[in-house]
């Protein structure tokens, strides 16, 4: 079975705080994402990483930087925290897609962060 | 542009009373289509991929179909253990990147 944990499940910060969050695969999965959920505007994709110490840009990255040193770990950085990052944050991993492969984001279970 | 939509936004059922959830989407390049099914306060959970029209899966009361432009989710004699947010992701190329693109989701209520 696949297993993804996220370090926090409910996590409460104020703004102008730095924050770190966790998530680790075990795996083996190259790919890991990190999405924000909000009502009514369905996941939102933040940063990906496709191996080690690889990092792209999803569709919402201000605001947040990641870090992957290792396969397994992939962390999310509030560099300074805003209430508007008040969210639900979804960490995902998924095998490496070969060409014309198809492989499945398998999900953990979320931190809910409160920014006041 | 790349879209997913999801209908409805909610729906509610008796226990028993069969119904479909549908998803259409518009994609330039479309590598697979994913349901998932998320409870309150939890990550989605993976119920199914269909990667070309006419494909068809199965898993106890739920059902996923795919045509070129839309996929639905039946659930037949749905029980109230049921009732979650089912969401419809799809795959596809963007960017030089396989990324998966989400729909809103359909909020399921099932009552005894």
């Known amino acids: 079975d696949v297993k993804v944990t996220q370090s926090s499940r409910y996590l409460v910060k104020r703004t102008g705080e730095k924050v770190f969050l966790e998530c680790v695969q075990d795996?083996?999965?190259?790919?890991m994402f990190w999405y924000r959920q909000d009502p009514g505007l369905g996941l939102r994709l933040i940063y990906f990483?496709?191996?080690?110490?690889?990092?792209e840009k999803g569709d919402i990255p201000e605001g947040y930087s990641v870090s992957r040193e290792k396969k397994e770990r992939f962390s999310l950085i509030l560099e300074s925290a805003s209430t508007n990052q008040t969210s639900m944050y979804l960490c995902?991993?998924?095998?490496?897609?070969?060409?014309?492969?198809?492989?499945?984001?398998?999900f953990g279970p979320g931190t809910r962060l409160l920014v006041l | 542009e790349d879209q997913v939509t999801q209908s409805p936004e909610a729906l509610r059922l008796q226990e028993g009373e069969s119904s479909s959830l549908n998803c259409s989407y518009t994609?330039?390049?479309?590598?697979?289509l994913f349901w998932y099914r998320q409870d309150p306060g939890k990550g989605p959970e993976f119920l199914f991929t269909?990667?070309?029209a006419g494909e068809e899966k199965e898993k106890e009361r739920l059902k996923a179909t795919l045509t070129k432009k839309e996929s639905f989710l039946h659930i037949t004699a749905p029980k109230p253990e049921d009732s979650a947010t089912y969401l419809c992701?799809?795959?596809?190329?963007?960017?030089?990147?396989?990324?998966?693109?989400f729909g809103a989701g359909t909020r399921l209520a099932v009552h005894p």
């Open positions: 269909l990667y070309s």
């Open positions: 994609v330039s390049g479309l590598r697979g």
């Open positions: 995902a991993s998924r095998k490496l897609m070969q060409a014309g492969g198809h492989e499945t984001q398998y």
């Open positions: 795996m083996d999965h190259e790919n």
């Open positions: 990483s496709y191996d080690v110490k690889m990092k």
């Open positions: 992701a799809v795959q596809a190329l963007s960017g030089g990147y396989n990324k998966l693109i």
